[in-house]
């Protein structure tokens, strides 16, 4: 079958791309451990500059790259434009603080000499997802490739014009031939990439589903695996919150690319004492949302990537309505060219409906009322997921206690939740296992090498 670039604003295909067959593969699989070896081999300071080169290009190319995001995914151009600024700077931080997060460790020990060395692993797959289609590949890639790795993209089927454009931006760059390269291939072909010797470690962001069925894969050839999956984050709001900001927030963090991301703030938990208010002022600002063609610098909600994830989203939303939920605001399809649906609010949200229970991947608030601070712990961790996770109140100190009890791979206290090459991104239970991004997420794929010396 072809790739197809489909726009999901206009509801019109953009271009379509021949899928490779199995002796394209084998040789590109072939090359990249070849080229592996070499790269492995270069110095650090090499490596380096060809991340910066992809960070400025990049930048110089940041309104044709964000243009491309837009038109293939519906992300609106603004949010866009900020993604490829994003992966410039996750190319900057590896490329200054990848030298030192690989530097051998002096351990003391009853031998002359013992260290601990962090070596390339050797041919990394990243499957990475639609929703940010360049940010989640350059994450997986940049430390991956600082550290000596050749990288495997197999992107999502519905924007092989991003996963091209990234592969030439390298390219463009001086990184030798091979060592980054995007797969023009099927899904039912993953598992042959996850077989091959030639690869040593796999990476995935993308659906709880997907991650069960490749990790199972990459345990049965014993290959190593991070998993980032799905989330329903948890965003607290407590009687003491200043509701101004945390409501300011609550927008931004649920409406951010038409809702569809793993680390949006989904299941807002209410104490009784500011419940209506916060779903009053959320009311108002929801309402306001300006929805439209994604390229108008003035829309803040494009069309949702694809017809079946918002059929699915509304299926969710009435099936919770059937089951006690209330429509607030929207939660219908909109109807126009396009994949739109209205940006929403589902009230009284309760563990008898699917929108407790389920990810919600599009642009729905749900508002669950606790009881009281102790019951709004308790709903925030009565979820199979655990990626990230809020805090809303004026007394710092008393949530960052709070958040030692969150079952959640993060916790913000007072502000939305995001990832930042600084600090270790990933999740627990059912939202996968493994760190990206800092030192933690480079150490990913790398073999920890133990060296005594008498």
């Given at each position: 079958m072809p790739f197809i670039s489909h726009n999901p604003s206009s509801n019109q295909t953009l271009l379509t791309f021949a899928s490779w067959d199995a002796a394209q593969l084998l040789q590109v699989l072939s090359n990249a451990s070849e080229a592996q070896q070499s790269w492995a081999k270069t110095d650090f300071a090499v490596r380096a500059e060809m991340l910066r080169n992809a960070a400025n290009q990049l930048l110089a190319q940041r309104d044709e790259y964000a243009t491309l995001i837009t038109l293939e995914m519906g992300k609106p151009l603004r949010e866009a434009r900020a993604e490829v600024e994003k992966c410039a700077g996750v190319c900057e931080y590896y490329a200054q603080?990848?030298?030192?997060f690989m530097h051998a460790e002096t351990v003391t020990s009853d031998a002359a000499k013992s260290y601990i060395a962090y070596q390339p692993l050797g041919v990394v797959l990243a499957i990475m997802p639609w929703n940010f289609p360049f940010w989640q590949v350059f994450r997986a890639a940049a430390p991956a490739l600082m550290a000596g790795n050749a990288l495997l993209l197999k992107h999502?089927?519905?924007?092989?014009?991003?996963?091209?454009?990234?592969?030439?931006?390298?390219?463009?760059?001086?990184?030798?031939?091979?060592?980054?390269?995007?797969?023009?291939?099927?899904?039912?072909?993953?598992?042959?990439?996850?077989?091959?010797?030639?690869?040593?470690?796999?990476?995935?962001?993308?659906?709880?589903?997907?991650?069960?069925?490749v990790a199972a894969c990459a345990g049965q050839h014993l290959k190593k695996c991070v998993l980032e999956l799905g989330g329903s984050d948890p965003f607290v709001v407590l009687q003491d919150a200043d509701l101004e900001l945390a409501v300011s927030m609550a927008v931004a963090s649920r409406f951010l690319n038409c809702g569809q991301s793993c680390i949006a703030a989904k299941r807002f938990i209410l104490v009784p004492q500011i419940a209506d208010e916060f779903l009053q002022q959320l009311k108002t600002k929801?309402?306001?949302?300006?929805?439209?063609?994604?390229?108008?610098?003035?829309?803040?909600?494009?069309?949702m990537a694809r017809a079946d994830l918002r059929d699915t989203l509304h299926r969710q939303i009435t099936d919770s309505i059937a089951h006690g939920a209330v429509a607030v605001v929207g939660c219908k399809p909109v109807e126009r060219a396009?994949?739109?649906?209205?940006?929403?609010?589902?009230?009284?949200?309760?563990?008898?409906?699917c929108a407790y229970r389920e990810e919600l991947f599009g642009p729905v608030a749900l508002i669950i009322r606790a009881s009281s601070e102790e019951d709004a712990l308790r709903i925030a961790n009565d979820t199979r997921f655990g990626l990230g996770s809020s805090?809303?109140?004026?007394?710092?100190?008393?949530?960052?206690?709070?958040?030692?009890?969150?079952?959640?791979?993060?916790?913000?206290?007072?502000?939305?939740?995001?990832?930042?090459?600084?600090l270790p991104f990933g999740g627990v239970k059912a939202s996968g296992y493994g760190r990206e991004l800092s030192k933690l997420g480079m150490h990913e794929f790398v073999n920890v090498k133990t060296v005594w010396i008498r």
């Open positions: 603080h990848g030298e030192q999502a089927p519905n924007v092989p014009q991003c996963a091209l454009a990234i592969e030439e931006l390298f390219r463009a760059g001086g990184l030798p031939q091979g060592v980054f390269t995007n797969l023009m291939i099927e899904v039912e072909h993953v598992v042959e990439v996850i077989a091959s010797p030639h690869v040593h470690a796999v990476t995935l962001t993308g659906s709880e589903a997907a991650g069960r069925k929801v309402a306001a949302l300006q929805l439209g063609d994604p390229l108008d610098d003035a829309t803040q909600i494009g069309p396009g994949f739109f649906y209205q940006p929403s609010i589902l009230d009284h949200v309760t563990a008898d409906t805090i809303w109140s004026n007394d710092a100190e008393r949530a960052e206690q709070l958040a030692t009890h969150i079952q959640a791979g993060c916790t913000f206290i007072n502000g939305m939740v995001k990832s930042d090459p600084r």
